[in-house]
């Protein structure tokens, strides 16, 4: 089974960035579609990026678009979410997942995803 390990989140303010990653641990993720997703209070968990195996499609959620970008190093195993321009509806549990190949497309949904990290806050606030 593929174990999922991400890095802390933290408290960013407006307009700040942040990195977070996630790293595959007993297994590779060469032939694993990669996604981010989150889940704010009261809300359902949604897609927030997502990143195709081995030729590196990527695929954005519109709230999303132009400050956030997601990248893979199949060498470390990790996948990345790059967090820019954040702002408070940023705010969120960040959780990485795995799905297998050709699970990022458009309307790439949690449902495909059938393992998943530990899950990361991330706050956004002044």
């Known amino acids: 089974q593929v174990q999922l390990v991400e890095s802390r989140g933290g408290l960013v303010q407006p307009g700040g960035s942040l990195r977070l990653s996630c790293t595959a641990s007993?297994?590779?993720?060469?032939?694993?579609?990669m996604g981010w997703f989150r889940q704010a209070p009261g809300k359902e968990r949604e897609g927030v990026s997502c990143?195709?195996?081995?030729?590196?499609?990527?695929f954005y959620a519109d709230s999303v678009k132009d400050r956030f970008t997601i990248s893979r190093d199949n060498a470390k195993n990790t996948v990345y979410l790059q967090m820019n321009s954040l702002k408070a509806e940023d705010t969120a549990v960040y959780y990485c997942?795995?799905?297998?190949?050709?699970?990022?497309?458009?309307?790439?949904?949690?449902?495909?995803?059938?393992?998943w990290g530990q899950g990361t806050q991330v706050a956004v606030s002044s």
């Open positions: 997942a795995a799905a297998g190949p050709g699970a990022c497309v458009p309307a790439f949904n949690r449902f495909a995803f059938h393992y």
């Open positions: 990143i195709s195996d081995r030729d590196g499609w990527t």
């Open positions: 007993d297994v590779t993720l060469d032939y694993y579609t």
